[in-house]
């Protein structure tokens, strides 16, 4: 199955905070695709959710994504979906493109939750990134065991299009060059 269109779709960028950012195997590259998705999303109208893991410690959102992250969901749960605040109804009848730092833990714990949720889960696997390679590459053959969709950034993005017809063609050509 495809990605389903902008209007059936939900951008989910989990945990990219500055103060994990150093740590994380291929930070630089991971940032700059979760940063295209979310401009590709605002670009095609695709609603984007920003989760912090606790901000007091790990601060807040890296600056490159901050500008899509207004109103960041602060969690302590690694689920974020299931931190209290986090608004469920959101993703009602809607697939889920998640990109984030931390793939082994808060990537594939709110992955694997949203799963069992029944909802239809694309994981942007050159938009996510772990302390180690070997637990970011674990992580996503589990998550694709369970169901999720392995996919990249240009994939969703010329999914979400759906035709080089589309009005906004050229402004999401530009975002993968």
Not at 48 to 59: A, S
Request: charged share 25%; net charge negative.
């Amino acid at each position: 199955m495809l990605t389903p269109g902008p209007d059936s779709s939900l951008l989910l960028l989990i945990d990219f905070q500055a103060r994990l950012a150093p740590a994380m195997d291929g930070a630089q590259a991971a940032i700059a695709n979760a940063r295209r998705l979310a401009e590709g999303a605002r670009i095609l109208g695709v609603e984007t959710l920003v989760t912090e893991q606790n901000p007091e410690k790990l601060g807040p959102t890296v600056p490159e994504l901050a500008e899509y992250a207004a109103a960041p969901v602060a969690k302590m749960t690694f689920d974020a979906t299931a931190a209290s605040n986090f608004p469920k109804e959101k993703l009602e009848s809607r697939a889920i493109v998640v990109a984030g730092f931390e793939t082994h833990v808060c990537v594939s714990q709110s992955v694997l939750a949203l799963l069992a949720e029944g909802q239809l889960v694309l994981v942007a696997a050159d938009a996510v990134g772990s302390r180690r390679a070997e637990n970011r590459e674990t992580a996503l053959r589990r998550m694709e065991r369970f169901g999720a969709q392995i996919v990249t950034t240009e994939m969703i993005l010329f999914e979400w299009l759906g035709s080089a017809d589309h009005p906004r063609f050229r402004d999401i050509s530009r975002l993968v060059k």
